[in-house]
Structure formats: C-alpha cells, structure tokens
C-alpha cells in the first residue's frame, strides 16, 4: 500500500526527520488560505498523486509553457493559482502512461536553498534477506540510471536484524553519501530515524530522493515515497486510514475487500487460478501461445462459493477481458466450489466471452459433472497447456 508524499513526510517528521512546514490542499477554495499557513518567501507547490515522475511530467490541460507537477511560486496568491491549475486536472509522468493521473490534492511547502542533492533509500534485500539501505551522491535522478551509468555511486548497506542500526552501519551510510561535519552528524541521526520508521510501521519501501543539504550544512527530506507490506495492515491503523482509493485500480479496490490477490494487466485473457504460483504459470503459458493475460488474480487455498463468485464478477466487469481461463488444482481448493461459485456468477452477470475451464485434483470430478450438467457453453481442457491453447484460439477467432 503506498500514501502520499504529504502523509509520508508528515509520519516521518513524527519520528524527528527533518521536515519542512507544509499545507496539504483539497479543493481550490481554501488554496490561498492554504498558502498563508507558510511564511515564505517561496513556496513550492507539489501535485499529489500515487506515482514518481512528477516535476517531469506534463498536464493534459496546460497553458503554453507551463509543465511539471512540481513548481515554485514567490507569493501565496502566486502558489494558490498553481494550486488551482493543478487539482482536477490530469497529470502525466512516466509512471503513469499517457493515461495520467487526476490530481485530487495539491501539497504547499516551504522552500529551500539546496547546497546538494542526494538519494536515501530503505528496501527489502531478498538476497541477503535483510533490511538494505541505498545511499548515492546523485540525488534527484532516477536511481536505476545511476545504477546503470554509474553503478561506482551507489552505495549498498545491509542492516543486521538483531542488531539494528549500529556506529558502523551509520558510518558506511553517511560516507557513502559523503557527507562532513553537521552534514554527517544529522544523517548519523537521520539513518536511526529512517530504520525505526521503517520497522515500526512494517514498510516494504522508503526513499527520499532528493535528501538535500543546505548552505548551513544541515539534511532536509525534500521528498518522500512509502510503501507498506499489506501483509502486515492489520496492525497498523493509523496506516490504513492514510489510504486513499482514488488512486489505486476499481478492480484491486474491489477484490481486497473480499480478500482476493488480484492486480490488473493490460491484456485480453482473464485469468482465474488458485496459488500464486500456478497463477505465474497460466499467465506465462498465454503469452506464449501468442496472447496477454489481463490479470493475475489467486483465490487462495480455501475459497468460498461466495469469494470464487466475486472473483469471477471482477474479471468480467473489465471490459478489456476478451475471454476467460479458469484453472484450478484442486488441494484445500475443492474443484466442485470452484465449480459451483463460477456457476453462480455467470447466472447473476452473464458469459458473453469465451470460457475455458481446466480442473484438477480434489473432487475433480464432481466438479465436472456441476459444469458438464449445466448449460454454460464452457470449453473443457484436459491440463494446463491444452486450456491456453484452447483460450487464446477461442479469443483470436
């Protein structure tokens, strides 16, 4: 689960980071009031939305020469008419694709002077399997193209779990970042922060890019991206309530709320499978038979009758889905409850697109005989390559 820069820094300033004052904007009657909490001289006026890329990026409705979620204004009225620019309209990075984003928040902040730009990132090593800190020099890039161009300016530091952040573990961190006298004493400070933060509040991801020095040799935050591990959602609520919906996919909204692990692709083949791994499977074998699945969606190990209804109510509400492959191995997953929860949604939403089941395992057989007994045009498959076939033939005609 990810938040926002404003929610981001606001937990991280409750922790002691060094964070700037800031006015969070919701709609644009209240910018310029907004903009008076900040004494200036110079504001800064962040767009708010779920993606990266943003003082890059581009409005859909823009005047000539106006760009960026990202700009600096020398006057409240100045930041409140940027502000005003911003919300409701649509704004386009990288990460979002040419479908963008529409801006429900604006974030006013104070300015700074920057000496120096750097980058400080905290993430889940699956390779060591520990907490790793990221430090670079090249702050405000992207860090993939320092690590491509550059690697020699990055620096990797694992952390001990039963240790925590130790005096050398500090030490690698703020010479990798190659910072002096008050500098490194603040980031000395900072890196203890940053890890509490992180482990308190079971965080998969937190990168500050850029972490900027000023010309009194003090660290700022000047930008902040969090993610959480939803695994572990159900003790921190206080998190929970910083989520906003707006910014995350209808179909994922929907599917969280009955407990299913769904993330929605671009292709035409809805998949419906039960265990991650046999989901990575059935979407590799559509593509190679030629075609793209249009999601990833696992049920889980014990589905109901009333979770596997749901599931197969998400993937035909995309309309981009062109068909449907359903491929269960039956184990705890019994083949007939698959059987009869596909059954009842298609009685409530109807199959206007191909269907390929494939069942395997426990009650296999009965789960035949509810789909075999029903009067569904469903197309049987024998395992799994025969059902990818039959779906991407079905779809392409």
Known sequence: MNIHEYQAKELLKSYGAPVAGGAIVLNADEAEAKAKELPGPLWVVKAQIHAGGRGKGHFKEAEAGEKGGVRLAKSAEEAA?????????????????????????????????????????????RGTGKVAFIASTEGGMDIEAVAEETPEKIATVPVEPSEGITDDVAEKIVSGLKLEGTAAEDGRALVRTLYQAFTEKDMAMLEINPLIVMPDNHLRVLDAKVGFDPNASFRHADIMELRDLSEEDPFEVKASEYDLSYVKLDGTIGCMVNGAGLAMATMDIIKHYGAEPANFLDVGGGATKEKVTEAFKIITSDPGVEGILVNIFGGIMKCDVIAEGVLAAVEEVGLKVPLVVRLEGTNVEKGKAIIDGSDLAVISADDLEDAAEKIVKAVKG
């Open 81 to 125: 008419a940027e502000a005003k620019k911003m919300l409701g309209n649509t704004l386009v990075t990288v990460q979002t694709g040419e479908a963008g984003k529409e801006v429900g928040r604006v974030y006013f902040e104070d300015g700074a002077d920057i000496e120096k730009e750097l980058y400080l990132s905290i993430v889940v090593d």
